[in-house]
């Protein structure tokens, strides 16, 4: 109410500022004050009176906003579907043929990502009907590339899964232990080097991250599913998403 009253006070001013009127011409009176300055003393008076209605303006303006940026978000995801979720160099676990799909963007040296692992694959083997696309999203150091270069080589030579799940499970990532993973899971290490480094996977990693952070995905883990973005590793969220996309078939 309190701020109906101000904007009506407000639009009184801009009228009485930009209706017609004719006047005749004569002198100025200089000392009757305008229209429009008793109107702006009013409006004065009153904030400072009711200094609350700045705050529930600020309140409406932030809403406005975010209306806005979730309008815009929705957008974006929409043009970039297909890339997000169905990239034929992304790994897909759970249900390849699943109508929910949810995407995790990651990094290898992330500790969330790390911890977040046995959660993760609990959501996959309680919800059957979902496809869980991994994104390598190296964002926090050299070696994070390194190592998504190396899951992304492991890939190509079907052991994806076993590396990715020993790169988040080990303490000191560096160019040794990757090594050391690609050989305990049976990957040909030279092979793994020149795939790792040819520029399909340098366009993959840079294609990725431009989509990521279009979508407002800036950290890592964040989840993508359907038109929601949860960002952090919050279980309860990404499951009300999923249950949500179930309801909408």
Known sequence: MRLSILLAATAALALSAAGCSQAAPGPKAASAPSAGAAAGDQIRAYILAHPEVIEEAIGKLQEKRQAAADTQLQQTLAANRAKIERD???????????????????????????AA????????????????????????????????????????????????????????????????ILRDNGVDVAKAHAYGAAQPVSDQLLETNTIARATGVNGTPAFVIGDKVVAGWVPEDIQAGIDAARKKG
């Open 88 to 114: 034929p160099r992304d790994y897909v676990a759970g249900n390849p043929q699943g109508k929910i799909t949810v995407v995790e963007y990651f990094d290898y040296r992330c500790p969330y990502c790390k």
């Open 117 to 180: 692992l046995p959660g993760i694959n609990k959501l996959i083997a309680d919800n059957k009907d979902v496809r869980f696309v991994f994104k390598e999203f190296p964002i926090l150091s050299p070696i994070s590339e390194t190592a998504a270069r190396a899951a992304i080589a492991a890939k190509a030579q079907g052991k994806y899964m076993q590396v990715h799940e020993d790169l988040l499970a080990e303490k000191t990532l560096d160019a040794a232990s990757i090594d050391r």
